[in-house]
């Protein structure tokens, strides 16, 4: 038996020192990081894995009955912001995004065969448009102004040019 029987390998992972949500405004480097996050799977235990969350955020989008806030807690350095950043660009990008694919792949690559269904549902919630505000911590300040420029930035950036967030 040869090792490759019992592993797969994603050849795009990346590991970074420092991911921000800037980087999601570098086309080159948004694509390699959506490309690059390796998503992790226990089926005997998923809300512990990036898939599991993954599953229950398309479930928050797709429920009214399901939880809508989810906190994700883990020691500096292990991949929060990489996983918010492929969590935006999962939901904000069109369905046959580069991004998308990228993410898309390293998810079936976790999931293996025995839980296409994971990913078939994943793929299945890309057929809705989501809008997706970033809030960020490192920048300080007033929330409820950072907010509302997010919302705002967010709508311009998407071209909803008649909402009522454009009159507050």
Do not use: W
């Not at 894995?49 to 797709?62: A, D, I, K, P």
């Not at 898309?104 to 990913?119: D, M, Q, R, V, W």
Request: hydrophobic fraction near 40%; charged fraction near 25%; glycine fraction near 6%.
């Amino acid at each position: 038996m040869f090792l490759k029987e019992f592993i797969s390998i994603n050849e795009a992972g990346a590991i970074e020192p420092v991911v921000n949500l800037d980087m999601m405004n570098d086309p080159k480097k948004n694509l390699q990081l959506c490309k690059g996050f390796v998503f992790n799977y226990n089926s005997d235990r998923p809300k512990e894995s990036t898939v599991g969350l993954m599953e229950l955020l398309r479930r928050s989008y797709q429920s009214p009955n399901e939880a809508r806030i989810h906190c994700v807690v883990q020691d500096y350095g292990k991949g929060k912001t990489h996983f918010a950043l492929a969590i935006a660009n999962f939901f904000s990008k069109a369905p046959d995004s580069p991004e998308v694919a990228g993410i898309l792949n390293s998810i079936a690559n976790a999931t293996g065969e025995k839980n296409k269904a994971i990913h078939a549902n994943l793929q299945s919630c890309k057929r809705g448009k989501h809008l997706v505000f970033c809030l960020r911590g490192d920048k300080g300040g007033d929330l409820r102004k950072h907010f509302l420029q997010v919302v705002l930035d967010t709508l311009n950036k998407e071209r909803v040019t008649d909402s009522i967030a454009h009159h507050l």
